[in-house]
């Protein structure tokens, strides 16, 4: 069985602009989460979608939002990008009581 | 969802079982403990979870104590590869996943 996969893997981006992040879940897995890990802040919760809708929201600005497709696949996307959103950004797919995560986007923001 | 607590950092010698503390004394009856690593740089990986008993598959055990608010988690033979940060984390049965990660343990596994 195919793991979560995310794409892009690495990503440049300069202050100011927006970046779309992808992720394909597990076959059959219909809840996919985010999170972003940095050094100082270690792994933090974007927020979670189950059959299309928000379950649940973290502790970050409105500049983050996401969405997830029919078919389960979830975009995340960060509007005016600061130095600080430079981070890896972990996608993880869940079904019953496992979540299985990606292997990570790493966004360096210039 | 209680929160957990485990030491920033243990070594172990190759060849040899690794265990892994970690205490959740506030935890509640219907939640569930999960253990995940994560090598440099790369996605947490799922290694095993548990509600009541022990558990064990291909990868570790989990030994929970009779009162729930403490377990470990046993790596049997450790090996190079183990070297990781490995999180404890409790989250309440059938909900979702909004988990609080901690600071996990570093292991190092040494030849």
């Known amino acids: 069985k195919a793991g979560v996969t995310q794409t892009p893997r690495y990503l440049i981006k300069t202050r100011g602009q927006q970046v779309t992040l992808s992720c394909s879940p597990i076959?059959?897995?219909?809840?996919v989460s985010w999170y972003q890990q940095t050094p100082g802040q270690g792994l933090q919760f974007l927020f979670e979608?189950?059959?299309?809708?928000?379950?649940n929201k973290g502790n970050f600005p409105g500049r983050f939002s996401g969405r997830q497709f029919s078919n389960s696949r979830s975009e995340m996307n960060v509007s005016t990008l600061e130095l600080g959103d430079s981070a890896l950004y972990l996608c993880?797919?869940?079904?019953?009581?496992?979540?299985?995560f990606g292997p990570g986007t790493r966004l360096l923001v210039l | 969802d209680a929160k957990t607590t485990q030491p920033p950092s243990m070594d172990c010698a190759e060849g040899r079982a690794a265990n892994l503390p970690c205490n959740h004394s506030?935890?509640?009856?219907?939640?569930?403990v999960y253990w995940y690593r994560q090598i440099h740089s790369q996605g947490p990986q799922y290694i095993i979870h548990?509600?009541?008993?022990?558990e064990t598959n291909e990868m570790a055990s989990l030994i929970i104590t009779e009162d729930r608010k403490s377990s470990t988690l046993i790596l049997p033979h450790a090996t190079l590869r183990d070297t990781a940060v490995y999180y404890c984390?409790?989250?309440?049965?059938?909900?979702?996943?909004?988990?609080?990660w901690g600071a996990g343990t570093k292991l190092i596994i040494k030849p």
């Open positions: 993880a797919s869940a079904r019953q009581e496992t979540q299985y």
């Open positions: 076959s059959g897995h219909r809840s």
């Open positions: 979608y189950f059959s299309e809708t928000q379950r």
């Open positions: 506030t935890i509640s009856g219907n939640e569930y």
């Open positions: 548990g509600l009541k008993n022990n």
């Open positions: 984390i409790v989250r309440v049965a059938g909900s979702n996943y909004q988990l609080i």
